[in-house]
């Protein structure tokens, strides 16, 4: 089962920022939060990743929660080749990635 | 440039048949992972293996088998025990100490 529970979908105007969140409750403490991007039959995307500090990188921030329960992928300046499904993922014991259904991300002109 | 090949993108078979899906990666990377995505879900472990000559099983490994012969090769065998075969099947790699999880192109299987 997986470890996040994320809102199914989300719209985000062009050039503003894209706040997607994510909880994951029961994760533990050596578990790491990743999010990965998928858009249409194609293989997913890393973006970023993190423990329990917040970590930025080119494509976006994440701002994790100081109780690790839930976190937030940061995009920016949204922009259309955005769009596409955000997974937000917990690594578990065995370097696993268990997938959650993820969010859909519109963004629009 | 280093990546993962999945072949081919797009293959039919007759209800049945075994089929094998092909994974090559030039990354060096030790451990490669197998997921099948049907509509609308995410991605679903199958098997993923560590190291040479080691696999486990994943969430959803009925019906399926693998070999890690060499390390920049695992192929996944669908086999005519999995009972709903029709899905896209991705292949995925990682290093220990890299960032992430390289994940290849895919391939959709339609068993018809």
């Known amino acids: 089962d997986a470890k996040t529970t994320q809102p199914p979908s989300m719209d985000c105007a062009e050039g503003r920022a894209a706040n997607l969140p994510c909880n994951h409750s029961t994760i533990s403490g050596n578990e790491y939060v990743y999010w990965y991007r998928q858009i249409h039959s194609q293989g997913p995307q890393y973006i970023i990743h993190?423990?329990?500090n917040n970590e930025t990188n080119e494509m976006a921030s994440l701002i994790i929660t100081e109780d690790r329960k839930s976190s937030t992928l940061i995009l920016p300046h949204a922009t259309l080749r955005d769009t596409a499904v955000y997974y937000c993922i917990v690594r578990v014991r065995g370097n696993k990635l268990v997938f959650g259904a993820g969010t859909i991300l519109r963004v629009k002109s | 440039d280093g990546g993962i090949t999945q072949s081919p993108k797009y293959l039919f078979r007759k209800e049945g048949q075994n089929v094998t899906l092909s994974c090559e990666q030039n990354?060096?990377?030790?451990?490669m992972y197998w997921y099948r995505q049907d509509p609308g879900q995410g991605l679903r472990l199958i098997y993923y293996s560590q190291i040479v000559n080691d696999f486990q099983k994943g969430d959803i490994a009925e019906g399926y088998s693998v070999s890690r012969e060499k390390k920049e090769s695992f192929p996944l065998t669908v086999t005519s025990a999995q009972k709903n075969p029709t899905a896209f099947y991705l292949c995925?790699?990682?290093?220990?100490?890299?960032?992430?999880?390289?994940f290849g192109s895919g391939t959709r299987l339609t068993v018809v």
């Open positions: 995925a790699s990682r290093n220990r100490g890299e960032r992430g999880y390289t």
């Open positions: 990354l060096n990377h030790d451990a």
């Open positions: 993190g423990l329990k």
